[in-house]
Protein backbone atom coordinates (compact mmCIF):
# COMPACT_ATOMS: atom_id res chain seq x y z
CA UNK A 1 0.00 0.00 0.00
CA UNK A 2 2.07 2.56 -1.35
CA UNK A 3 0.54 5.64 1.26
CA UNK A 4 1.77 3.70 4.31
CA UNK A 5 5.50 3.62 2.55
CA UNK A 6 6.90 6.51 4.35
CA UNK A 7 6.50 4.99 7.63
CA UNK A 8 9.83 3.47 8.38
CA UNK A 9 11.06 7.22 8.68
CA UNK A 10 9.46 7.66 11.94
CA UNK A 11 11.36 9.22 14.58
CA UNK A 12 12.04 7.70 18.00
CA UNK A 13 10.35 11.21 19.57
CA UNK A 14 7.49 10.45 17.08
CA UNK A 15 6.92 7.36 17.83
CA UNK A 16 6.81 8.22 21.18
CA UNK A 17 4.19 11.06 20.77
CA UNK A 18 1.96 8.73 18.86
CA UNK A 19 2.52 5.84 21.83
CA UNK A 20 1.58 8.72 24.44
CA UNK A 21 -1.83 9.03 22.22
CA UNK A 22 -2.73 5.28 22.25
CA UNK A 23 -1.65 4.20 25.54
CA UNK A 24 -4.29 7.27 26.61
CA UNK A 25 -6.90 5.46 24.37
CA UNK A 26 -6.05 2.47 26.40
CA UNK A 27 -6.92 4.25 29.52
CA UNK A 28 -10.15 5.54 28.16
CA UNK A 29 -11.12 2.00 27.08
CA UNK A 30 -10.69 0.48 30.49
CA UNK A 31 -12.39 3.88 32.05
CA UNK A 32 -15.23 3.10 30.02
CA UNK A 33 -15.05 -0.59 30.02
CA UNK A 34 -14.92 -0.14 33.80
CA UNK A 35 -18.69 2.04 33.58
CA UNK A 36 -20.26 -0.57 31.62
CA UNK A 37 -19.95 -3.87 34.30
CA UNK A 38 -22.76 -5.73 32.68
CA UNK A 39 -20.90 -5.71 28.64
CA UNK A 40 -17.71 -6.36 30.34
CA UNK A 41 -18.88 -8.96 32.59
CA UNK A 42 -15.99 -11.01 32.60
CA UNK A 43 -12.41 -11.62 31.90
CA UNK A 44 -13.05 -12.82 28.78
CA UNK A 45 -14.71 -9.50 27.91
CA UNK A 46 -11.94 -7.49 29.03
CA UNK A 47 -9.03 -9.75 26.91
CA UNK A 48 -10.67 -9.62 24.17
CA UNK A 49 -11.42 -5.75 24.20
CA UNK A 50 -7.76 -5.38 25.11
CA UNK A 51 -6.75 -7.59 22.22
CA UNK A 52 -8.46 -5.49 19.53
CA UNK A 53 -7.65 -2.64 21.11
CA UNK A 54 -3.73 -3.45 21.04
CA UNK A 55 -3.99 -4.89 17.37
CA UNK A 56 -5.27 -1.40 16.24
CA UNK A 57 -2.67 0.47 18.54
CA UNK A 58 0.18 -1.73 16.64
CA UNK A 59 -1.22 -0.78 13.04
CA UNK A 60 -1.17 3.05 14.20
CA UNK A 61 2.23 2.76 15.46
CA UNK A 62 3.57 1.17 12.16
CA UNK A 63 1.69 3.00 9.50
CA UNK A 64 1.46 6.63 10.96
CA UNK A 65 4.27 7.95 10.33
CA UNK A 66 3.53 11.47 11.40
CA UNK A 67 4.00 11.67 15.64
CA UNK A 68 0.86 13.31 16.73
CA UNK A 69 -2.25 11.65 15.52
CA UNK A 70 -4.03 14.87 15.11
CA UNK A 71 -7.76 15.87 16.24
CA UNK A 72 -9.56 13.66 12.77
CA UNK A 73 -7.35 10.83 14.10
CA UNK A 74 -7.95 10.85 17.29
CA UNK A 75 -11.87 10.70 16.62
CA UNK A 76 -11.37 8.01 14.66
CA UNK A 77 -8.96 6.55 17.97
CA UNK A 78 -12.47 7.06 20.25
CA UNK A 79 -14.24 4.96 17.42
CA UNK A 80 -11.68 2.28 17.60
CA UNK A 81 -12.19 2.00 21.38
CA UNK A 82 -15.74 1.83 21.26
CA UNK A 83 -15.54 -1.21 18.43
CA UNK A 84 -12.91 -2.89 20.83
CA UNK A 85 -15.90 -2.66 23.32
CA UNK A 86 -18.03 -4.10 21.14
CA UNK A 87 -15.87 -6.36 20.30
CA UNK A 88 -15.15 -7.51 23.62
CA UNK A 89 -19.16 -7.63 25.02
CA UNK A 90 -19.43 -10.48 21.91
CA UNK A 91 -16.77 -13.02 24.20
CA UNK A 92 -19.26 -15.32 26.66
CA UNK A 93 -22.32 -14.07 24.84
CA UNK A 94 -22.01 -10.55 27.38
CA UNK A 95 -23.83 -8.24 24.50
CA UNK A 96 -27.05 -10.64 24.73
CA UNK A 97 -28.59 -9.32 28.47
CA UNK A 98 -27.45 -6.03 27.68
CA UNK A 99 -28.33 -5.65 23.92
CA UNK A 100 -29.91 -2.05 24.05
CA UNK A 101 -26.65 -0.93 25.49
CA UNK A 102 -24.53 -2.38 23.22
CA UNK A 103 -26.56 -1.41 20.03
CA UNK A 104 -25.87 2.53 21.63
CA UNK A 105 -22.66 1.85 21.92
CA UNK A 106 -22.65 0.91 18.03
CA UNK A 107 -24.91 3.97 16.88
CA UNK A 108 -22.14 6.23 18.73
CA UNK A 109 -19.55 4.89 17.05
CA UNK A 110 -21.78 4.85 13.53
CA UNK A 111 -22.15 8.96 14.26
CA UNK A 112 -18.51 9.50 15.30
CA UNK A 113 -17.77 7.86 11.20
CA UNK A 114 -18.92 11.55 10.31
CA UNK A 115 -16.90 13.48 12.47
CA UNK A 116 -13.63 13.22 11.66
CA UNK A 117 -13.95 13.24 8.18
CA UNK A 118 -15.49 17.02 9.37
CA UNK A 119 -12.74 17.67 11.47
CA UNK A 120 -10.12 16.90 8.66
CA UNK A 121 -11.87 18.93 6.17
CA UNK A 122 -12.30 21.70 8.55
CA UNK A 123 -8.44 21.32 10.12
CA UNK A 124 -7.01 20.61 6.38
CA UNK A 125 -5.64 17.46 7.71
CA UNK A 126 -6.91 14.79 5.49
CA UNK A 127 -4.65 11.63 4.51
CA UNK A 128 -5.07 8.45 2.96
CA UNK A 129 -3.42 7.09 6.45
CA UNK A 130 -6.44 8.68 7.94
CA UNK A 131 -9.23 7.40 5.31
CA UNK A 132 -8.23 4.21 5.51
CA UNK A 133 -8.07 4.21 9.01
CA UNK A 134 -11.64 5.28 9.10
CA UNK A 135 -12.21 2.71 6.62
CA UNK A 136 -10.78 -0.43 8.24
CA UNK A 137 -12.89 0.85 11.33
CA UNK A 138 -15.98 0.41 9.76
CA UNK A 139 -15.56 -2.89 7.89
CA UNK A 140 -14.42 -4.00 11.64
CA UNK A 141 -17.86 -2.34 12.98
CA UNK A 142 -20.25 -4.57 10.18
CA UNK A 143 -18.01 -7.52 10.58
CA UNK A 144 -19.07 -7.36 14.43
CA UNK A 145 -22.96 -6.46 14.09
CA UNK A 146 -23.08 -9.36 12.15
CA UNK A 147 -21.08 -11.77 14.62
CA UNK A 148 -23.82 -10.16 17.22
CA UNK A 149 -27.07 -11.14 14.70
CA UNK A 150 -25.58 -14.42 13.76
CA UNK A 151 -25.79 -15.36 17.77
CA UNK A 152 -29.01 -13.69 18.40
CA UNK A 153 -31.17 -14.77 15.35
CA UNK A 154 -29.37 -18.16 14.32
CA UNK A 155 -29.61 -16.90 10.75
CA UNK A 156 -26.74 -18.95 9.10
CA UNK A 157 -23.51 -18.69 8.63
CA UNK A 158 -24.00 -16.84 5.35
CA UNK A 159 -24.74 -13.58 7.50
CA UNK A 160 -21.22 -13.39 7.75
CA UNK A 161 -20.88 -12.46 4.30
CA UNK A 162 -22.20 -9.13 4.98
CA UNK A 163 -19.02 -7.89 7.38
CA UNK A 164 -16.51 -10.63 5.41
CA UNK A 165 -17.57 -9.37 1.76
CA UNK A 166 -14.12 -6.42 1.56
CA UNK A 167 -12.15 -8.65 3.08
CA UNK A 168 -12.86 -11.15 0.51
CA UNK A 169 -12.03 -8.71 -1.87
CA UNK A 170 -8.96 -7.67 -0.72
CA UNK A 171 -7.79 -11.58 -0.53
CA UNK A 172 -9.00 -11.93 -4.03
CA UNK A 173 -6.91 -8.63 -4.73
CA UNK A 174 -3.45 -10.76 -4.09
CA UNK A 175 -3.72 -13.50 -7.22
CA UNK A 176 -5.49 -10.81 -8.82
CA UNK A 177 -3.74 -7.63 -8.62
CA UNK A 178 -6.03 -5.54 -10.81
CA UNK A 179 -8.58 -5.68 -8.00
CA UNK A 180 -6.47 -3.25 -6.05
CA UNK A 181 -6.29 -0.83 -8.68
CA UNK A 182 -8.03 2.73 -7.45
CA UNK A 183 -11.63 2.94 -7.92
CA UNK A 184 -13.40 6.03 -8.81
CA UNK A 185 -15.66 8.09 -6.04
CA UNK A 186 -19.19 6.96 -5.51
CA UNK A 187 -21.93 8.19 -3.69
CA UNK A 188 -23.39 4.52 -4.46
CA UNK A 189 -20.73 2.56 -2.52
CA UNK A 190 -21.03 5.31 0.41
CA UNK A 191 -25.04 4.39 0.33
CA UNK A 192 -24.65 0.84 0.62
CA UNK A 193 -22.23 0.82 3.55
CA UNK A 194 -24.64 3.32 5.83
CA UNK A 195 -27.33 0.80 4.57
CA UNK A 196 -25.12 -1.97 5.72
CA UNK A 197 -24.83 -0.79 9.39
CA UNK A 198 -28.59 0.38 9.62
CA UNK A 199 -30.35 -2.77 8.12
CA UNK A 200 -27.98 -4.81 10.77
CA UNK A 201 -28.41 -2.28 13.45
CA UNK A 202 -32.37 -2.56 13.03
CA UNK A 203 -32.38 -6.39 12.84
CA UNK A 204 -30.33 -6.62 15.94
CA UNK A 205 -33.22 -4.49 17.71
CA UNK A 206 -35.41 -6.65 20.53
CA UNK A 207 -37.92 -5.11 18.53
CA UNK A 208 -37.61 -6.61 15.08
CA UNK A 209 -39.32 -10.14 14.75
CA UNK A 210 -37.12 -13.24 13.11
CA UNK A 211 -38.75 -12.92 9.42
CA UNK A 212 -37.96 -8.37 9.83
CA UNK A 213 -34.52 -9.33 10.89
CA UNK A 214 -33.93 -11.72 7.75
CA UNK A 215 -35.03 -9.85 5.35
CA UNK A 216 -33.28 -6.72 5.97
CA UNK A 217 -29.65 -8.59 6.31
CA UNK A 218 -31.05 -10.07 3.03
CA UNK A 219 -31.07 -6.67 1.54
CA UNK A 220 -27.86 -5.93 3.16
CA UNK A 221 -26.32 -8.56 1.42
CA UNK A 222 -27.63 -8.26 -2.08
CA UNK A 223 -27.05 -4.56 -1.91
CA UNK A 224 -23.61 -5.62 -1.11
CA UNK A 225 -23.19 -7.85 -3.82
CA UNK A 226 -24.36 -5.27 -6.31
CA UNK A 227 -22.09 -2.90 -5.35
CA UNK A 228 -19.15 -4.96 -5.15
CA UNK A 229 -20.21 -6.47 -8.20
CA UNK A 230 -20.08 -3.02 -10.33
CA UNK A 231 -16.77 -2.45 -8.94
CA UNK A 232 -15.16 -5.74 -10.43
CA UNK A 233 -16.69 -5.08 -13.33
CA UNK A 234 -15.13 -1.43 -13.86
CA UNK A 235 -12.24 -2.68 -12.73
CA UNK A 236 -12.53 -5.56 -15.34
CA UNK A 237 -13.37 -3.29 -18.31
CA UNK A 238 -10.55 -0.59 -16.70
CA UNK A 239 -7.56 -4.02 -17.36
CA UNK A 240 -8.90 -4.85 -20.37
CA UNK A 241 -8.36 -1.34 -21.89
CA UNK A 242 -5.21 -0.55 -20.48
Known sequence: MPFFSNASSMTLPKRLYSAAELLLGGLVLMTVGKGLPQLMATSANWWVALAFYTFISILVMVFWPHGSLGWANRVTLARAVLVALLAGA????????????????????????????????????????????????????????????????????????????????????????????????????????????VALLLALTPLTSHLTASLLAISALISLLYSFGIDVWWLSRKTRRS
Not at 119 to 134: M, P
Not at 143 to 167: F, T
Open 90 to 197: LAANAFVEVIWQWLAIAVIALLLDGVDGWIARRTKSHSLFGARFDMELDALLILLLCAGLLRLESLGLWVLMIGGMRYLFVAASWPFPWLAEPLFESFRRKAVCVWQV
